[in-house]
Nanobody, 121 residues
């Protein structure tokens, strides 16, 4: 079994910062890409940022220069540092991890349960 768990969401004022964490655990052989997605009420889920096992990153245009994704491969954990937050960043943030389980020779997609980020004064 594999679990992906997010943490670090909350309420923050505009211009503030938050750091999200995503920890994968269980019978993991390797993790390929890890990514953060978000979904606001009435909107589709969208990619915020992703990072490969080699450290190559990709960002949505709306967060470039404000958000930074990183990962600690030894801990199977990814982070999303969010600075200069805006009200339009409010959403449920989901972590996605592409994982190869021990004994399973294929990539599988895992999602966390989501963490709420609310940017409001």
């Amino acid at each position: 079994q594999v679990q992906v768990v997010e943490s670090g969401g909350g309420l923050v004022q505009p211009g503030g910062s938050l750091r999200l964490s995503c920890a994968a655990s269980g019978s993991i052989f390797s993790i390929n890409a890890m990514g953060w997605y978000r979904q606001a009420p009435g909107k589709q889920r969208e990619l915020v940022a992703s990072i490969t096992s080699g450290g190559t990153t990709k960002y949505a245009d709306s967060v470039k220069g404000r958000f930074t994704i990183s990962r600690d491969n030894a801990k199977n954990t990814a982070y999303l540092q969010m600075n200069s937050l805006k009200s339009e960043d409010s959403a449920v943030y989901y972590c996605n991890a592409v994982i190869v389980r021990v004994g399973v020779l294929m990539y599988e997609n895992y999602w966390g349960q989501g963490t709420q980020v609310t940017v409001s004064s």
